[in-house]
Every structure is written in C-alpha cells, then in structure tokens.
C-alpha cells in the first residue's frame, strides 16, 4: 500500500503543526528528512532539511513502528512550526520521495480501521473528534467514541431480546409448561425502548447544533447597531474561529465560540420598507435565515418599539441604550453584553443537553427504522396471538437495525433467555 | 465383491431417507444394516412432527422422502400444534404406532427401486488414494462404492447409565466398532460428547386411566404428507397426569444416586429436555409438572410416560412413578435412562454433509450432534443426495437457510457446530414468515423436480396444484367489490373509495376464506384447502416482501465465498480470538463467518476487504 503524507492539525497559522506520514516508506521518509530514524515512540529534536541539504525548521520527530501505531503502518510525524510557508515546503519536499502520496480525506482513520484498529462506531466518532472545533464537540464526539452510544444500544437490544424471548417461548414451546401470562412481559420494554429511540431521535437537532454549531440571528430594523453589536461581540468576549461572508452581500456570518458552545452570528440586513428591489431581496433573504436561526436577538430601536418574537425564547434588546439612559445594550460601550452573552448561553445551553449521543445519519437512519418496526410490533400485538410470529419478527427487524450500531442477535441469545426462564420439556 | 454407487451404513432415520434419495436419483444403492429390523424403529418417544420438526418433515415430503408418508399411516394421534396460532408458526405432529411405522418403512424400502437392503455388520472403511472406495464387514466382504453415507447414531462409545450402573450400549466393545471408531476419530474436525435421556416404559394395563386427564387428537387431522388425505389408522387420546410434592421429595431425597448428577457423565445434555431431576432441582419453586402418557401402539401395552425421563436407580424411578395419580399400582416394562455417545463435530463437513478429510464420506444424523427423528432423517435426505451426486456426476443438492429449515439446519451445524443436542425451532429460522409448513411444496418441490429426486405420482399431484391456484389466485385478484358490498357484509377495511380484489382483502387480518366466499359465492366450486393456502400467503404477503430483501442480502454474503486455503494469520487486526475462531470453523462464505460466536461487524468488514483485496490483487496479476 502506498505510503500517504498529510498535515494531521488544522489548516491555518497556529504554533505548532504536526505532519503525518504512515506507510511502508515512512521510515526512509524520516532518514530522508531528520538525516537518521531516532528511537521508537520517544520525540527527539531534529534539523528538518531538503534534498539541497538547507534547512526547512527544526522540529520534534516522532516515530512508531508497525503495529504500535494509530495507524497499523509504520508512522512518522514531524512536529514543526505552524507557519503555512513551511508545511507547504516540508509536505512538498516528502511527495518528492518515492512511493509517497498525498492521503486523501479520511484516510488514515481508514487504514486504522482496516488494520483492525479501531471499530466502525470508533471511526465516525473519531471522524467527529478531529473535526471538534470546541469543548461541546468534543464531548460528544467522546461520547461517541467511548461508547455510551454503543453502551445504550446494548441496552435496547437486552430490553427486546427479552421481549422476543418471552414471544418465542410462547410460539415454540406452547405445548410445554410455560405461564399463560407471557405477554405481559412483551409491551412494556417494547415501549420503554421505543420511547427511549423516539427521545434520541427528538435530540438529533441538538447534536446537530453541536457538531454544526447554533445560528444567533441579531435582527432588527436599519440602523440599530446590529453589526455594531456584531463586531463588539466577535471583537470583545469572543474567540473569532472563522469569518466568511454570507451567499448574500448582506447577511455576515461570524463563528465563535460561547462558553464552548460553537455559535454561528448572522447580522440579517436591516429590516425597512424600500422600493430598491435588490435591498427587499436582501431584506427577505435575512428575514428567512433570521427565522431559521435557533435563536434570535431582536434590537429595538427605541423603548416605544413592538417586536413581534419568532418564539418565547428570543431575546430582545433595546440598542444604543448608552443613548436612551436606559436599561439595554449598546455594541459602542459594551454595556449588557455579559448580560446578553449568559443569556444566549443559558438558552443554547437548555437545548444542548437535550442532545442525543448518537451523531452520525447512518446512526439516525438506523434508529429511525427501529422506531418504525417497534411502532408495527405494538400494532400487531393488539391483534392477538394469531399475530405473534408477526410481532416477533417485526422486533427482530428493529433488533437488526440496532444491529449495525452495536453487533449482532443470535438466536442462541434468544433461547438461552428462554431456557434459564422456563422449564421446557415434557 | 459388490459395486454399487452409493453404500448408506444404519438403517435408522437418517440412513432409510439417505438410502431412498440416492436410490431416487438413480444410484444404485446398498443399505447396509446390522438388522433390517433395525429400519424405522424409533428408539425413543413415538411421535413424529411437533414445532420446527413438523416443518422439516414436511420439507422432507416435499423432496418425495419416505417420512411424512410413514408417519400418516402409522400416525394414531394427529394433533396441530399452536392451531390457534398464525400459520407459519403452527407444527403438525403425531403420535405413531411402532410396528405401524415399522412395517410400512421396511415395505417402503425393500419396494424402492435401485435399493438393496443388505443384512451385515460394517467394521472398516475401504479407503484407496485418499478417498473413499467402499466398506469392509464383518464376515471379511468388501462392497465397493464411491460415495459412502454413514449414519451409525450413538454407537461411538455410547453408554448407558441407570444409577451407578453403567452399560455398554450397542454393539460398543465388538472389535469391529472400535475399528470404525478410530477410523472416523482419525477424519474428524473434533469428538464432542452428549447425553440424553429417557423416561421408564410402562404397562398399560396397570395404568387407572379413569383417575387421569385426557388428551384427544384432533377433529380435524392434519397430515404430514401432502400426498396423504387423513389418518390411516384409528385415532386414540393420550392420558394426562402431573407430578405431585411427594414425587418432588423422593427424586430430592435420591438425587445423589441419579446418574446424571453423581459426576460419572460427562456429557452435554439438552436444555430443552431436561430430566425430572433437572426439572424439579432448576424449577424447584414449581409443585406439579405434566405427565403425557402416550400409548406406543394400537395393539401394544407399553406406555411413553412424557415428561419424566431420569436416571436414577430403578428401585427410585419405581418410588417416584407410583405417587402419581393413575399411577399408584403401575407396572415398569424397561427403566428409564440416560444415555451418553461421542459425536464428531460437524464443522468437519461441508454443506453437503460430506467430510472436509475424506471425500465420498458423508455423515448424516445424531452421529453430527442433533436429536430427533425429524432433524436425522432430513440430514439423511441431504446426505442420500448428494452421495448420489457425487457418485453419478449429479448437481450438488444445496439448501439455504432462505429456502428450507433444511438449510437452517444444515447451515447451523457445518457453521456454527454444536454445543447440546441440536433440534429444530421454528425461531431458529430467519425467514420463518416465509418458510411455512403449508408451502413447504411449493419452496421444495421444484428443486426436487430438478435433482431429479421426486416421483412421478408427486410431481403430477403437486403440478395439478400449482395449477389450481395459479387459476384461484387469478380469479381472487380479478374479482373486485365496492366499498359498500364490504359495508353491507360487515367486513371492516381501510377504504379509499375504490373497488378492492378479493385477493387484496385476504391480505387483511380481519378478512379469511369464509368471508370471500360470502362475497362470492361461485368460489365454491374451488376446494376448501386450495382458499385457505392462498389465505395463508396472503396474510404474511408484506412481510415475505421485507423478508425477501433480507434473504437477498443473505444470498450475496454467500456469494462472497471464502477460499479454504485462506490464511487468517496474514489478516491483520483480526482479534487472537477471532482468528481462532474463524481457523476453528472455516466458514465457506461471509453467511457462515456472520454467524461466528462473538464475530463483529469490524471483523466482517476487514475480512470483506481482505477478501476483495485479494480479488484484485488476483485480477491485477492475472
């Protein structure tokens, strides 16, 4: 296989940068450049030089050898300075070695997946830990990776073995001494473990703002200091992540980070009537983000203003309050915007713990189909006995869903749940 | 010196279904059996049929075997079981008399064309260049053949235990046996050890049968045959009492003395058969477990008392027997017994149920670790075909677990092997929606027709019946009625508006045959049965839908086959114990490496990805 190159941190100027190398000719690789391969798993400071022999940084080499890395290959990584100019140049010079690529997206996680290193769900929390851009990120994508989803789905699995246990039992054995009143141990963890999907389910949104972060619209009419406000909060309280401007010349997006929830700011274009038809497409296209926002802050130009509130949750302001001698905020002073930033937090807060800790749309898809089996297995056990081979293969086909989450149903499971229950045989 | 193309050795279930199905293929074939009055004897309870097993006799039928027929002439009790239940989940089952049973097996097979009966005993396997040539026997003969079926039961060291007694059982300790032993221990994957167990025999007449409950057969019999229209003989009701508390304190009293318990066997028993010892020490909060006394026979005194099989010494099993109701003054014809044999673990076989080390043997029955008549003689069935496939150059005869319980089964044991006496469940089928007993014809008999194993009686009855509900089925989803002919007739059905076909109204489980009749009365003119078939696929026509997909899939992992020479040393990241797991079971296909114990999706995807690596490493180099 190949031998792949990439930079294992995150694009852009930081301190340090770490430069990835797994495969066969990772250790010539690090001859190539370090001027020798030093010992095992114990980082040691080295010149980092091109083929002219001038130096490119100097920097922390770090080596593993197969088997004992993430990836299964042998594994160099080169710790250098963050400048861009110098990975380009470093990255640059180790493709110029034989049997080296570029690793395309992903692909050191799959070559840690393929060695047998880590397991699928593994994989896509993992996926999402590299990706975690804050604290909240990342505590999902842990949980993920340490398998509270995989734990739960265990507990679903057990909740509806016992169920088809206690149907198969009746089914095969209805001839053999086994109680009459079976079925009473059927609905309730069908239901119990419904409920449960159906709140994971329900939780997706939140998740989703975790992983994409929460959109903050700041709306209000012209001229109220949104983009004021704006630049005061992305200026003052809070760590700038990224900044791109919006699909539209006037809905500005700003990422940041509130109390490690990633919140994206959208200033919408100030709200009027005007006969300009591009400012009302503007003015329209802010107001349908604006309404699509997790949360809205409304600035109100003056105390007398009415604001109609998209939901019970927003918050509003009134602005320039330095103006007004009033109780508000004001982006030019910075008064009340503490007040509004633990506001926002508070609220984004709520709606975080109602997250679910399943991530990934495979995951969704999965539990999505478990719900709806689950939902025809009650309806068929309201039929009666003459549908319970329908029931149970209704609960087997959610079992099966969870299955791609979690592992596998064996019918031994189910028959040994029923042979330590009952006494079978006549 | 005989030739002949295929040598079965037993004439238990197994070795009678292997012998007439390569004898029906056209090999010619020898039966070789210590006694051809060793043919259809049932060594233990005498019933054919039940939950699961009824699906298994019925497929066997269906392939034109000897044993549904059998069982409906001598059946003296036809009951269905869970008849309340949905019709894949219902089991037919008999009750059967001995010599009934035996008289017509023998008959069957001393008629059966291409098939010699041959009365000797087989002490060596002739095995020249490494594959199988024929038998040696007792009196120094060889017989000569290139497929041989060995279906010898529990004659590999089998032991009797009654008590502290022990008994050889068997021919156990003739020479001869010991040479087929070693033999077969030299081939084998591995020799495991079961046990099993069986109630005493009792005297009839010493029965109070006006103290007991009774059990009737049903009104309305069910066949196990699709060839058979009812019973043959007459039909009896079984007797029905309990154990009591003073039954429970003599077994607790002598419990050490049971053979079972005292440690001198060592064997795995069945959890779905326990002994009355496991039962009343496992379930000891339960004061009463039911009794069956199930005669043996139209004309025979001995009694299977269902429900208490035991070792323990005879003067206890006499205590114990007599505080039952109805059974105070009984008489014991044969003491009940625990019986323990070697089996060879059959992951040692191929799904044809021929050997991996020795080709042209095949191994069929309890010999592979199962129990019971049904689940023995449908491996026969296998065996019988595929030795004669072998032999004459024939197609293999592969079942999958998404056509047959034949293939559950099969797939089970050359998968998965055996850790109890294996039998049949019907939850050990996936896909049992779609694997009933009713269409067992309709799934098997094409197949059948096309290995060339199914008469010609069969073929033109289950022609005539394919045609008659192809014609029904037609008429059904022609004929359609308004919304308010429903209404009027009372029948409830989600409605909109339009006009819906009889057929689509039996999908409904509110809606059966009686119904459409109502609705249309020219249907009168079909037969009964033909309605309630097209009734039965109906009501499981969604989910056969979804299950379909499933056996879809199911068939593309079997597509994915495994080379034998692979070497799961050379895959990494496999845990130790998955590898060894996988070296242990050498699945044929990612369908039976799935199904491994402990297996995980991980695994499976590096072993998909190893599998298609390697699939194109091969097209690179090629």
């Not at chain 2, 070795?15 to 007439?20: C, K, L, R, W, Y």
């Amino acid at each position: 296989m190949d031998t792949i190159v990439a930079l294992a941190t995150a694009r852009g100027r930081a301190g340090v940068a770490v430069v990835r190398v797994s495969g066969a000719e990772a250790m010539t690789v690090c001859a190539a450049i370090a001027g020798s391969v030093p010992p095992p798993r114990c980082a040691t400071l080295c010149r980092l030089r091109d083929r002219q022999g001038d130096t490119l940084d100097q920097g922390l080499v770090l080596v593993f050898e197969a088997g004992k890395s993430f990836t299964g290959e042998p594994v160099v990584e080169f710790q250098t300075h963050g400048s861009p100019a110098i990975i380009a140049a470093l990255i640059r010079e180790i493709l110029e070695i034989p049997g080296v690529r570029a690793a395309e997206a992903g692909e050191f996680t799959r070559r840690a997946f393929d060695a047998g290193r880590i397991s699928l769900t593994e994989v896509e929390g993992l996926a999402d830990l590299l990706e975690a851009e804050t604290e909240a990120q990342r505590k999902l994508a842990q949980k993920v990776f340490d398998g509270t989803a995989a734990r739960l789905a265990e507990t679903w699995r057990d909740g509806l073995l016992q169920a088809v246990a206690m149907l198969e039992a009746a089914i095969d054995f209805s001839d053999e001494e086994i109680p009459d009143d079976l079925l009473r141990h059927v609905r309730p963890p069908l239901e119990t473990v419904k409920d449960a999907i159906s709140r994971q389910i329900a939780g997706r949104q939140a998740s989703e703002r975790i992983r994409e972060g929460f959109e903050v619209a700041i709306v209000g009419a012209v001229n109220t200091g949104k983009s004021t406000l704006l630049n005061a909060l992305a200026g003052r309280d809070a760590a700038i992540t990224s900044e791109t401007a919006g699909t539209t010349r006037d809905v500005i997006e700003v990422r940041m980070d509130i109390s490690g929830l990633p919140v994206t700011l959208i200033d919408t274009a100030g709200l009027r009537e005007t006969a300009d038809e591009v400012e009302q497409i503007g003015i329209a296209r802010g107001r349908a983000r604006a309404s699509a926002a997790d949360l809205r802050v409304y600035l109100m130009a003056s105390p007398n203003d009415v604001v109609a509130r998209e939901s019970q949750d927003d918050i509003v302001l009134l602005s320039k309050a330095d103006l007004w001698n009033c109780p508000g905020i004001s982006g030019k002073s910075g008064a009340g915007i503490p007040a509004l930033l633990s506001g926002i937090e508070e609220r984004l807060a709520t709606r975080a713990s109602g997250s679910s800790v399943f991530s990934r749309e495979r995951h969704f898809d999965k539990l999505r189909r478990a719900e709806v089996h689950l939902g025809a297995a009650l309806a068929a056990l309201d039929r009666g006995e003459f549908g319970w081979e329908i029931v149970s293969d209704d609960i087997r086909a959610a079992i099966r869903s969870l299955d791609g989450i979690i592992g596998r149903i064996d019918v031994e499971d189910v028959l040994g749940r029923i042979f330590s229950s009952f006494c079978i045989g006549k | 010196m005989k030739q002949f193309d295929v040598i079965v050795i037993g004439g238990g279930h197994a070795g009678v279904e292997a012998a007439h199905a390569a004898g029906r293929r056209g090999a010619r074939t020898a039966l070789v059996t210590f006694s051809a009055c060793d043919l259809g004897v049932m060594s233990c309870n005498p019933a054919i049929g039940g939950l699961g097993k009824g699906h298994l006799v019925r497929e066997i039928d269906a392939l034109d075997g000897v044993m549904g027929l059998a069982a409906d002439f001598a059946g003296i009790q036809f009951r269905l079981l869970n008849r309340s239940r949905g019709p894949a989940v219902q089991g037919p089952r008999t009750q059967a008399d001995r010599a009934r049973y035996r008289s017509f097996v023998l008959g069957h097979m001393q008629q059966a064309e291409r098939v010699t009966i041959i009365e000797a005993e087989v002490t060596d396997l002739v095995v020249e260049a490494d594959r199988i040539a024929g038998v040696e026997t007792a009196d120094g003969q060889r017989i000569l053949a290139s497929a041989v079926v060995l279906t010898s039961g529990t004659f590999l060291r089998g032991e009797i235990h009654i008590g502290d007694e022990r008994i050889p059982a068997g021919r156990q300790g003739a020479r001869s046996s010991l040479r087929l032993a070693s033999r077969l221990e030299e081939i084998a994957h591995s020799i495991g050890r079961l046990k099993t167990g069986t109630p005493a025999r009792l005297s009839a007449q010493t029965i109070d049968w006006a103290r007991i409950g009774r059990q009737a057969a049903d009104a309305d019999p069910v066949m196990l045959s699709f060839l058979s229209s009812g019973p043959a003989a007459r039909q009896i009701a079984c007797g029905v009492t309990q154990t009591n508390r003073q039954t429970h304190e003599i077994i607790a009293a002598n419990l050490h003395r049971s053979a079972m318990r005292s440690g001198n066997i060592s064997g795995i028993g069945p959890r779905y058969c326990p002994s009355v010892e496991d039962k009343i020490t496992r379930f000891a909060d339960k004061e009463s477990h039911n009794v069956f006394l199930e005669p043996e026979g139209l004309n025979d005194d001995t009694v299977y008392p269902n429900g208490v099989s035991t070792s323990l010494p005879r003067e206890v099993q006499e205590a114990f027997l007599r505080t039952i109701v109805g059974l105070e003054d009984v008489r014991i014809l044969q003491y009940g017994y625990a019986i323990e044999y070697d089996f060879h673990d059959p992951r040692g076989l191929f799904k044809t149920l021929q050997s991996r080390a020795l080709t042209g043997l095949f191994l069929a029955g309890q010999i592979n670790g199962t129990t019971g008549y049904e689940e023995a003689a449908a491996q026969g069935l296998v065996a019988g075909l595929n030795a004669a496939a072998l032999a004459l150059g024939l197609d293999e005869a592969l079942f999958s677990r998404a056509d047959s319980y034949i293939g559950v089964m099969i797939d089970d044991l050359t998968s998965r092997g055996v850790q109890e006496p294996y039998r049949m469940f019907t939850s050990r089928a996936e896909f049992r929606l779609s694997l009933r007993m009713d269409n067992a014809d309709q799934r098997l008999t094409p197949i059948g027709l096309s290995l060339g194993c199914v008469g010609q009686r069969r073929e033109r009855a289950f022609l005539e019946k394919m045609n008659r509900l192809d014609a029904l089925r037609i008429r059904l989803k022609d004929h359609t009625v308004a919304p308010a002919v429903l209404q009027e007739n009372g029948i409830t059905a989600p409605s909109n508006g339009s006009r819906r076909s009889l057929y689509d109204l039996l999908t409904l489980s509110g809606v059966d045959e009686h119904d459409v009749l109502r609705l249309e009365s020219s249907l009168r003119d079909a037969p009964a049965e033909d309605l309630a078939q097209i009734k039965r696929e109906a009501v499981y026509a969604p989910y056969v839908a979804r299950q379909n997909a499933d056996a879809a899939m199911l068939r593309r992992d079997e597509s994915l086959t495994i080379p034998a020479d692979i070497s799961y040393d050379t895959i990494p990241g496999l845990s130790n114990e998955l590898r060894a797991k996988l070296k242990a079971s050498r699945p044929d296909d990612i369908a039976q490496a799935v199904k491994i114990d402990g297996m995980t999706p991980a695994a499976i995807v590096l072993l998909v990805s190893w599998l298609r690596r390697g699939a194109a490493v091969h097209e690179r180099s090629a």
